[in-house]
């Protein structure tokens, strides 16, 4: 069965550093991987999808991912943090079953201090 | 941009009264989607339709039916709720590309 883990409930950063949200998945075949970033009380907002290509890739207001697959890992990164990356962010991954719906994780809160 | 539009923020309702949650979508999207959230539990699958009048259950169907008469929309319903249907409820819609769009949700208190 598809599924994605975010091993961290909380990652907290200060201001102008590197952040990491991590995610892993487990899959049949090559994976479809996204992330979604949330607001308090709003909906969920994409950021950024791995389907083929450069394990790199590059998304919404300056995050990238990194898709490693001997690791089976699709991590969620930013150079620089900002105050107003603090949000809930998710990873899902694509159910290659199910009409393809995505599978998410349980989400993990990053709060970024000044 | 893609819209998805629900119709109602916040609802308080009381226990065993019948709650219609409505979302519409205006990008012809074939699939759309209705989510919960619950803390700690991240969004968990309700019901799900890829075609007007087409529905299929999600990974938590009891207690809730859904409606897509129309292809834009896509209603959930909640015949008696309950307390423990208490939640944030997400409604999107899927693009040919995969990637899913959401409405601002709707927070339902079950008093």
């Known amino acids: 069965a598809q599924s994605v883990a975010q091993p961290e409930d909380q990652v907290n950063v200060a201001e102008g550093n590197p952040l990491t949200v991590k995610c892993t998945y487990s899959?049949?075949?090559?994976?479809?991987l996204f992330w979604y970033v949330q607001y308090p009380n709003r909906g969920l907002q994409f950021l950024l999808k791995?389907?083929?290509?450069?394990?790199l890739v590059k998304g919404s207001y300056g995050f990238e991912a990194e898709f490693n697959k001997s690791q089976t890992s699709f991590h969620l990164k930013k150079p620089s943090a900002l105050v107003s990356d603090s949000a809930l962010y998710f990873c899902?991954?694509?159910?290659?079953?199910?009409?393809?719906?995505?599978?998410f994780g349980k989400g993990t809160k990053l709060s970024v201090k000044p | 941009d893609v819209k998805v539009t629900q119709s109602s923020r916040y609802l308080v309702k009381r226990t065993g009264e019948k709650v219609f949650l409505e979302c519409v979508q205006d990008?012809?999207?074939?699939?759309m989607f209705w989510y919960r959230q619950d803390p700690g539990l991240g969004l968990r699958l309700i019901y799900f339709?890829?075609?007007?009048?087409?529905?299929e259950k999600g990974d938590i169907p009891e207690g809730y039916s859904v409606s897509r008469e129309k292809k834009e929309r896509f209603s959930l319903i909640l015949e008696s709720a309950s307390t423990n249907q208490t939640s944030m409820y997400l409604c999107?819609?899927?693009?040919?590309?995969?990637?899913?769009?959401f409405g601002e949700g709707s927070r339902l208190t079950v008093l």
């Open positions: 899959v049949s075949g090559n994976p479809y």
């Open positions: 899902a991954v694509r159910d290659r079953g199910s009409q393809g719906n995505l599978i």
């Open positions: 791995y389907i083929t290509g450069d394990n």
């Open positions: 339709s890829y075609d007007v009048k087409m529905k």
């Open positions: 999107a819609s899927r693009s040919a590309a995969g990637e899913l769009f």
């Open positions: 990008m012809d999207h074939e699939n």
